[in-house]
């Protein structure tokens, strides 16, 4: 036996034993826990790894959302659907696939949580890799002066793309970026996402006729594709998943932070607001007008999307289920209270538990990613707040908020 099977048993067994006894407390039959356990302690022992049943998949899919404490949209955990792909391993396979998770998740506009999981890794033998940080993703296209145009964000991947042998898109500031996968002993290439799994938005206002000019769009579905699931020791490093979004985090952070689109400025002039002073609130004031054109435009193209105010609520409503079943709920303070108009929601006035528990969803090591990810400008972000209340907080954030949520049911972007 190598040392690699070796280490694999030691670390997997006692993550798949505590896993296997909450799914047979919380849902399967108690009285099958211990011929279940017998016959994955002896898979592990033969192989270094074991393989989920179908219901250990989907109950652990489903538990790593209700986990994930940077997560306000968890009220649905339980209604996410899984598709299983694990017998595909291959690039070609994973592009195919990840095109038909937009499509089934896009249900015509009622956007529905889906996640796709495919090959996991094994002890000498990495899993597939989706190098895009979600599945839809705007290029970045950094000129000679160092001006982008499109999204700042995605200049790394763009530039990997590229190299690659992409021959960009037309230009502009909403091009798709292809998919770029890495196969089980492949190296990485890319793919186009075909038009038809491609659901877009355009962003219009409901009284300002002028911005429809500007050409602003967004993707309906964001559908994160650079974390691992991790289930009873086993990690599926491309499981691509998604939720819906809530407005903020297109209007108060993509398309507004300075280091994405930054669009507030011309915003603000452009309603004729007064910029010279912060004093002015002209930042506030075209927040929410920038806001209301995002809801605005997901109501109008029939897709959906939620306000923060409600999905702060329904947060709470989660908790109380939670708690009234005995579970705890984590959560990060610093995420789960919406970008704009904090102190307005119910869920800014009240601490939280925090803590990370498994199954989850997890941020895969940079490698081997054909090109890391620039890191967001030092200079100051749009936050509405930098130290919301003069009491300790039970977790601080330790890390800018990126725009990219984690998580499966309304906040990833």
Known sequence: MGPERREAQAEVWPLAREFLRQLHREEADPDALAARLTRVRAEIDATGTYRHTRQELVFGARVAWRNNNRCIGRLYWNSLHIRDRRRISDAAGIAEESAAHLRAAANGGRIRPVITVFAPDAPGLPGPRIHNEQLIRYAGYRDADGVVTGDPRNTGI?????????????????????????????????????????????????ELEWLAEWGLRWHAVPAIS??????????YPAAPFNGWYMGTEIGARNLADTDRYDLLPRFARR????????????????LVELNRAVLHSFDRAGATVTDHHTESRRFLT????????????????????????????????????????????????????????????????????TEPRTEPRTEPRTEPRTGQGTCPGSVPV
């Open 158 to 206: 763009t530039e990997a793309a590229e190299r690659l042998g992409w021959p960009r898109g037309p230009g502009t500031a909403f091009d798709v970026l292809p998919l770029i996968v890495q196969g089980r002993g492949e190296e990485p290439r890319w793919f186009t996402l075909p038009a038809d799994a491609l659901f877009e938005v355009p962003i219009v206002h409901p």
């Open 226 to 235: 650079d974390m691992s699931l991790e289930i009873g020791g086993i990690r």
């Open 271 to 286: 309603l004729g607001l007064d910029t010279s002073s912060d004093r002015s609130l002209w930042k506030d004031r075209a």
């Open 318 to 385: 989660h908790v109380d289920r939670e708690e009234r079943k005995g579970r705890s709920v984590p959560a990060d303070w610093s995420w789960i209270v919406p970008p704009i108009s904090g102190s307005a929601t119910e869920v800014f006035h009240r601490y939280y538990e925090t803590g990370d528990r498994t199954p989850a969803y997890v941020h895969r090591s940079a490698a081997p990613r054909t090109e890391p990810r620039t890191e967001p400008r030092t200079e100051p972000r749009m936050e509405p707040r």
